[in-house]
């Protein structure tokens, strides 16, 4: 990341933006701030993203315990 110019250090706000770009909403999980709900769909939205971008097959649910 530092040889394309990019911080290795991001405020919470900074991620919370960020996963909102790739199509991940945070929510308010407890009074104390937000966070990311790793549900099963987000789980396979988050693995579909990561095909795209690493550009790896998804495993097939057989192979994937948090799928399953």
């Known amino acids: 990341m530092q040889s394309r110019g990019e911080s ?6 900074k991620v919370g933006h960020k996963l909102r770009k790739l ?8 009074k ?21 971008y690493v550009g790896e097959d998804i495993p097939a649910e057989t192979e994937n315990l948090h799928c399953s």
Do not use: F
């Open 8 to 13: 290795l250090k991001l405020s919470p706000e």
């Open 23 to 30: 199509g991940l909403p945070t929510r308010r999980l407890t």
């Open 32 to 52: 104390t701030g937000n966070g990311l709900l790793l549900d099963k769909a987000t789980v396979a939205e988050i693995q579909r993203l990561a095909a795209v």
